[in-house]
DNA sequence: CGTGTAAGGAATTCTGACACG
DNA sequence: CGTGTAAGGAATTCTGACACG
């Protein structure tokens, strides 16, 4: 599970392949990138390096610009989507600790 | 499922980034390749293109020479496991055309 | 605003070969 | 056998800019 993760989410991906990937040019790549549309990190030398979930959101904003959405408005739209997503990341990890302490009673690990 | 597979097998990852992914030399890799090892695809241009399958089996690889493991024989093991793993699927293959059959029936589906 | 293009340079990749062992 | 290296060329990528709209 944590492997399948990092296949998705590893930056390894060229500009030139993504642009075979997602049918979109160079430039528009760049200029996403330009826009804080999406986030490449870049190898030593300073080629950006994309993972397959950059190409899917790529192709996710290809089909919102046909759709004649600006670029400032998938902006907002990402960071609406994450503010929820953040939400509940955090939702989560509360429940987890909650769930660590419960378990430590029933062992009876408790300190005081 | 489909879609985890299509990461880890997708030929996108350029030599270079194999390179720093594995920490063999270029050189090393193309070398692999010419002993039938690995199986790059070629961009349009010519260009090897590696998956993170194809990574994961250079870095068993690069284990194996540092054992002392000769390609030849590296190679061999390699063919034995794919045999194994053909007959296999094979098995599977014919388990889930007797399962449709035996589901034909079921329905009530048959011709004659 | 979103995208094309020409520009010049730097890094990438390719192949075939020589080297050593 | 396995790997390094120098060689020369072709394709890649990068940035900043001008263009159109």
Known sequence: ???EWSYKERKVIS???VSELTGLSERQIRY????KLIFPSRSDRGNRKYSFSDVERLIDIAN???EGV???EIRMEYKKEKVKEDRETRKKMIQG???ARFMGQNNGKRFS
Request: hydrophobic share 20%.
């Open 1 to 3: 599970m944590e492997n």
């Open 15 to 17: 500009i030139g392949a």
């Open 32 to 35: 996403y990138e330009e826009r």
């Open 64 to 66: 919102k610009r046909e």
């Open 70 to 72: 600006r670029t400032d």
């Open 97 to 99: 600790q909650l769930n």
